[in-house]
C-alpha cells in the first residue's frame, strides 16, 4: 500500500514563508508526478505545483514567482516552497503522487495525502 505524509503547514503572517514536504512510502516502483493541491472553504481543490519525475514543472498563476516545487533526488519525497505567503493562499494544501505503479506491477493510478492546513493571517 502507498501512502503520502505531508508536513509543514502551519500559520504565517502575509509576506512571510512556509515549506511544506510530502514522502510517498510503500511498494513503489515508479511515480510518474507528484504534486500539490490546495482547497479553501467553499472553494473547489485547484492544482498549485506539479512535477513530472521527467523534470518539467507546473504552476498555477496566481504562485508563479513565488511557489518552488522540488523533489529529493532518488526520493519519493517533493517540497513546496512558498514565499511571499497571501491570505488568498490560506487553504488545506494536498500532496498527490499520480501514475504510481506498485513494485508488484499493480498501477495505484493516484495516491492523495492527509493535507496539511496552511494558514496565512496576521
Known amino acids: 500500500q502507498v501512502q503520502l505524509v505531508e508536513s509543514g503547514g502551519g500559520l504565517v503572517q502575509p509576506g512571510g514563508s512556509l515549506r511544506l514536504s510530502c514522502e510517498a512510502s510503500g511498494s513503489i516502483f515508479s511515480i510518474y508526478s507528484m504534486g500539490w493541491y490546495r482547497q479553501a472553504p467553499g472553494n473547489q481543490r485547484e492544482m498549485v505545483a506539479r512535477?513530472?519525475?521527467?523534470?518539467?514543472?507546473n504552476y498555477e498563476d496566481s504562485v508563479k514567482g513565488r511557489f518552488t516545487i522540488s523533489r529529493d533526488i532518488g526520493k519519493n519525497t517533493v517540497h513546496l516552497q512558498m514565499n511571499s505567503l497571501k491570505p488568498e493562499d490560506t487553504a488545506v494544501y494536498y500532496c498527490?503522487?499520480?501514475?504510481?505503479?506498485?513494485?508488484?506491477?499493480?498501477?495505484?493510478?493516484?495516491?492523495w495525502g492527509q493535507g496539511t492546513q496552511v494558514t496565512v493571517s496576521s
Open positions: 512535477l513530472i519525475w521527467g523534470g518539467s514543472t
Open positions: 498527490k503522487a499520480g501514475g504510481v505503479r506498485t513494485s508488484g506491477g499493480t498501477l495505484e493510478g493516484d495516491v
